[in-house]
């Protein structure tokens, strides 16, 4: 990487100017903040192609990069695709159109398999040269739809199960600590923190994250971004570096709602690889989700809002205030917020339910890495044992002494499922049962509201989808959203409620470089 040593400019305004100077040379479009459905516009109109499009995020990661550690590598092959998609569209018949994707750049999380020239390497060292059977089967469905795989983005290692107490958020050996371009200082959350920078760094069109718990939700809240955790298994898994086959999922990070919904219809679906789909499945509606991005999707919605246990923010009187105005506006939109809630039986039904949340995922982990590091190839690490080896002879790379490996030891420490983890599974579901799911079907609600992703185990354990948009920034500039969740197969309402506040609201800015200190 080039230096990030400048003089005499500082390098936000160096950075600032770059930008500026090379936007002019790339379209007669402005790309910064532009929509699938502005770059699609844009190469029907031939004034831009995928490949200047390619040209432009590359130029752009180039730049910001060594100062964001957002993105671990671009595809070698991403300008060969880009040609590829630019010679298609040409040779298009009049009256055909192609798919939404086709021909737009997506950056992939690290833990999601690319069988090219590229690693997958969830961050860590330890994957680098390893060889992949096949592409994830998300991977497989946007090829399909004709989008070019830019990159890899980075993430918190392992997705952030290697060591939850001491490793930070955003933070792999493979690029370093992430960084937050709104205010460096602040949280970039994890552990898909270098697909969420990328999206709302313009460092590409769109990208594709992972959640097992909170890990689309959060990192897209603090970066201003829109972040749509879908039902567990409406999307592909298969491929995707685990944590546990029960609550992982793959979802769109994107700037807006209708592109994350561009994104969804292309990576919904089954696959034979993952039987979760097959059930799930069931959810995806005839015509796919772009018929629910609709100006006035928040008419009539019931949107449960427990103040008192999601909104109470103490001593933070602009977050409070702010929230309120979000309150207003959804009523003003024909929204009706449902506040006489029994909050006691839903905060029963989740005490202590993320101890059984971890006692279940340490054993289950174990049994979907190993499973997932015996069919690579070309790879020294093929267990979870391998790798807490590897960790221990690599410890100064991999920052084992200051971040730890607790739960990789933990993990292994297990033997299977035993009696005590499928109680811990069956109190998983009959507490989301209690909670969630009564609240929601007793009050008849199309939604529950919460801040950041103060709601994000609920959706996890549960398997449910949740869907946040950006809501605001507090006094250090730093971004806040708010979460809509629902219970399996709502994405369909999910769209139709974010896309209306966030067309009623339209609160996403992209962050200045100037105003972050690096």
Request: hydrophobic residues 40%.
């Amino acid at each position: 990487m080039a230096s990030t040593k400048t003089s005499p400019l500082s390098f936000p305004l160096l950075l600032t100017l770059t930008i500026l100077f090379l936007q002019p040379l790339v379209s007669s479009i402005i790309i910064e903040e532009a929509t699938v459905q502005d770059l699609q516009l844009a190469f029907k109109n031939k004034s831009l192609t995928s490949k200047q499009l390619v040209e432009y995020y590359r130029d752009n990661i180039f730049i910001q990069s060594p100062l964001l550690k957002a993105v671990i590598v671009v595809n070698p092959d991403a300008m060969l695709q880009a040609d590829a998609a630019d010679k298609e569209r040409d040779a298009l018949a009049p009256g055909h159109s192609l798919g939404g994707l086709h021909g737009i750049p997506v950056l992939l999380k690290d833990n999601i398999a690319t069988k090219d020239k590229m690693n997958t390497t969830a961050g860590s060292l330890a994957l680098i040269r390893s060889i992949v059977p096949r592409d994830a089967g998300v991977v497989s469905k946007l090829r399909q739809a004709g989008a070019i795989i830019l990159g890899k983005a980075s993430m918190t290692e392992w997705a952030n199960f290697r060591d939850f107490d001491h490793m930070p958020s955003g933070w792999c050996a493979r690029t370093g600590q992430g960084k937050n371009p709104y205010n460096t200082k602040g949280d970039t959350c994890g552990s898909s923190s270098g697909s969420a920078i990328s999206a709302s760094a313009n460092l590409a069109a769109v990208t594709l994250g992972t959640e097992t718990d909170g890990s689309i939700l959060c990192p897209s809240s603090n970066l201003a971004v829109v972040g749509f955790k879908p039902t567990v298994g409406l999307t592909s898994r298969a491929g995707v570096i685990p944590i546990t086959p029960r609550q992982d999922s793959v979802g769109p990070i994107c700037r807006t709602v209708a592109d994350a919904v561009y994104v969804l219809d292309a990576i919904a679906g089954q696959d034979s690889n993952d039987d979760a789909t097959i059930e799930a499945s069931k959810y995806i509606p005839s015509g796919g989700y772009k018929q629910f991005l609709k100006i006035n999707g928040l008419k009539g919605k019931r949107l449960g809002l427990l103040k008192d246990v999601f909104f109470n923010f103490g001593d933070e009187p602009d977050l409070a205030q702010a929230f309120d105005r979000h309150f207003s506006t959804l009523r003003q939109k024909g929204a009706v917020l449902v506040e006489d809630l029994d909050a006691s039986k839903f905060l029963e039904a989740y005490n202590g339910i993320q101890e059984y949340e971890i006692l279940a995922t340490t054993a289950e982990f174990k049994l979907a890495i190993n499973s997932y590091l015996e069919k690579l190839e070309a790879s020294s690490v093929r267990s979870l044992k391998d790798l807490i080896e590897f960790n221990n002879k690599n410890s100064k790379l991999e920052k084992i002494e200051e971040y730890g490996q607790q739960r990789f030891l933990e993990a292994e420490a297990t033997n299977g499922i035993n009696n005590k983890e499928k109680e811990a599974i069956q109190e998983l579901a009959k507490r989301s049962r209690d909670g969630l799911e009564k609240l929601m079907t007793d009050n008849k609600l199309d939604a529950l509201l919460a801040p950041f992703d103060s709601a994000a185990f609920i959706l996890a354990t549960g398997q449910f989808p949740g869907v946040i948009v950006p809501a605001g920034y507090d006094k250090e500039g730093l971004p806040f959203g708010l979460c809509f969740g629902g219970l399996k197969g709502s994405e369909p309402t999910l769209i139709e409620i974010a896309y209306g506040f966030e067309q009623a609201t339209k609160i996403r800015r992209p962050p200045s470089f100037s105003r972050s200190s690096y």
